[in-house]
């Protein structure tokens, strides 16, 4: 037998093919030999219109996927600068809200003075008002005005 066809006794039952996967005979390859040129010329060609028509697809892609970043590149652009312009006017706002928010602040503390000052104006208008006033004692409270002399 040809070394070609040889089995193991693993590989019987299976088809008898040599290690290229072929069950051809070594003489088949010899006589495709002579068409090897004209294959090689065809394959050539084909080569060569595939190369043209890869080399097209991908100009095709390239301008494709070109177009599409600069699509999305000025999108981000205009998402970018429209954030900028949101944050900008955020940052007015909130320096507007600290303005007012220090003068209130002030005016509270200022409020909260002259609350102290009221407070101890009147805690000493009181104590005045009470330096006039006589205690009796043995009047009951419900006499009033002009029935007080007799109980004196």
Sequence with gaps: QHEFFKTNK????????GAGGSARSPSYHSEAGCDTDSTQILGEK??????????????TLRTSLQL??????????KEVHELGTRTSALEEKMDEICENNNKMREKFIKMEE??????????DIEDRSRRNNIRVRGVPETVQGPDIPPYL
């Design 10 to 17: 693993k590989d019987r039952g299976r088809t008898e093919r």
């Design 46 to 59: 084909d080569l060569s219109l595939s190369e043209k028509r890869l080399a097209d697809m991908l100009s």
């Design 68 to 77: 599409d970043f600069r699509k999305i590149s000025e999108e981000i652009r």
């Design 114 to 123: 002259d609350f102290q000052k009221l407070q101890g104006k009147m805690a």
